[in-house]
Structure formats: C-alpha cells, structure tokens
C-alpha cells in the first residue's frame, strides 16, 4: 500500500472530527528508528487539523542523552524528580534531533508532558477522574492512576477528541506476551513513571497487560470522542526488546478509525497475530460496563 500525504489525510479528514480541540498522544519511546513517531507523519495529521493542537507524551530515560542515574529500568516518579532537569534537557534533545519541535512551533501546538505535570502538582483531582472512570468501566488496578491525569487535559475534555497515534511494533518476548503494540497499548506511555517498568511490568512482567489496560481505560474513559491510528509507514520495529528485533522499512501500513479494538485487531491481521491471544485486549473488553 502506497502511504503519501493526501492519502493519509484524506483518511484524518473523512472521520469529521468537529471538536475544538485535538489531543494527540504520538508513539515517542527513544529517538532509535522506528521506536518514534516520525516529524513528518505528525506534521501530516496536524495539518489536515484546524482545531487547537495538545501533544501529550511523558518522560522516558532512552531519548537520545546519556542517562543520569544509576539504572533506567528502576526510575519510578520519585528516584526520576532527582534527575528532572535531566529529562527536560533530553526531551529538548530529542524534539530537536526528531525534527518534532519545528513541526510544533511552526503549527502552534501546545506540549503536555504528564510527568512535568505530575511533578508540578498541576493535576485534577483524583475523585472527579474515579467519577468518570467508573461510569465506564468496572474495575482498575493502580488506582493512583486516578492521581496523574493532567489538568490541562481534564479541563478541556469534553471539548476536546483524543488522538492515539501509535507506531506499530511486533513483539516475541514469552513473558511479555505482547505481541503487537498498537494504538491501546500506546496509552501505557502515559503512565508518568519515567521507566514504567517498576511496578508496572512487575516481576516476569506478570503486571504489564493489566497496567496497559489501566492507562488505556483511564483515558478513554475521559475523552468520549476519539480516533485511533496505528501506523509503520516507513519504518516497524519487528521482534521488538527481543533477539533478532530489527526494523522493518517502508511497508505503508496503515489502519484508522473510532473503535481501538477493531484497529488494533485489523493491525494484528497485517501480521498473522490472533488478537484474542493479547492479553490487555481482553481484560479492556471484560471491563467495560
């Protein structure tokens, strides 16, 4: 499949999006090809946008500068404040090295980093969230989640559409039992912990699908209007944090559309993935009320 411009954004356009603002959370793990959104795919989606813009990310220790602590993997929130002037250098770094801020300064777009956010103390309170978690779905498992949702985004909510732009990934790892990272587990990048690996991988990752269902939930439960891309239109991560994972270049993959767990099914079909054997997929839809 070719993927050009006014393909992809004759796609954005035919879903009407009419809200007055957009809130785009964009795949950006580290600045190592295909474990990033690419400028120019977010440069596609907010031009074909005339709302107001929010891109909202959290910090990861892997963007691109040497890491300043002792071990990446065990930055939660608390060990990660000691080295907060550390990440904000790198995410200069890494929008910078990606291309990505021309893009956001050029089209006026507003950035969100949850962790700052969370860090600053500028967060909603945490009833009013459980207020609208519950009316959707029936249960969570980290309930400080309820804590970490960013005023900025909960104010303009019901104004706003929440746009998962995910970069596909397949993965082998047993424990993990991932297998393809689309458009829900995409969400998981907002759980502020720098790392999100401890507690929320937790031992031999027994913890990992819950907790992606757990970000997924708590802001779809948020956003009533949404839009769900998964896309390797240039690049695919394939085997990804596993032996042999290598990057899979110019396939045009492409899937768009309202329900994320019709994408992300359609996604597991591009590579032979059973989406019923993806754990977070069925522990979303056993939820919902």
């Known amino acids: 499949m070719v993927v050009d411009k006014a393909v992809f954004q004759r796609s954005i356009e035919a879903l009407g999006i009419d809200t007055e603002y957009v809130v785009v959370k964009p795949n950006w793990v580290s600045i190592q ?11 596609w989606l907010l031009e074909a946008l005339p709302q107001r813009k929010i891109l909202v990310e959290s910090y990861t220790p892997w963007r691109g500068l040497r890491y300043a602590g002792t071990d990446a993997l065990a930055t939660d929130l608390d060990s990660g404040k000691q080295h907060w002037e550390f990440y904000r250098k790198q995410d200069v770094h890494f929008l910078r090295q990606t291309n990505n801020r021309a893009v956001m300064d050029r089209l ?5 980093n949850v962790t700052n956010e969370v860090w600053d103390e500028r967060c909603a309170p945490a009833a009013a969230v459980r207020e609208l978690y519950d009316a959707k779905y029936c249960s969570i498992h980290w309930e400080a989640l309820f804590r970490w949702v960013p005023r900025a985004l909960f104010d303009i909510r019901e104004r706003a559409t929440l746009i998962s732009l995910a970069k596909i990934k397949t ?6 039992r991932i297998k393809l990272s689309g458009t829900v587990k995409n969400l998981f990048g907002l759980i502020p912990h720098p790392s999100r690996y401890e507690p929320f991988h937790g031992n031999k990752h027994r913890m990992l699908h819950p907790s992606i269902a757990d970000a997924f939930c708590l802001y779809d439960s948020l956003f009533a209007r949404s839009v769900w891309v ?4 240039w690049t695919v991560v394939r085997n990804n944090c596993c032996e042999g994972e290598y990057v899979d ?18 996604a597991c079909e591009l590579f032979s993935i059973d989406p019923t054997d993806i754990a977070y997929l069925t522990i979303i839809q056993r939820r919902t009320r």
């Open 171 to 176: 993965e082998c790892c047993p424990d993990k």
């Open 33 to 43: 090809g295909g474990q990033h959104t690419e400028a120019r795919l977010l440069e």
């Open 230 to 233: 998964a896309e390797g239109i």
């Open 108 to 112: 006026g777009v507003r950035y969100v």
């Open 249 to 266: 270049e110019n396939r045009g993959l492409l899937v768009i559309g309202r329900d994320p767990i019709e994408v992300d099914r359609q």
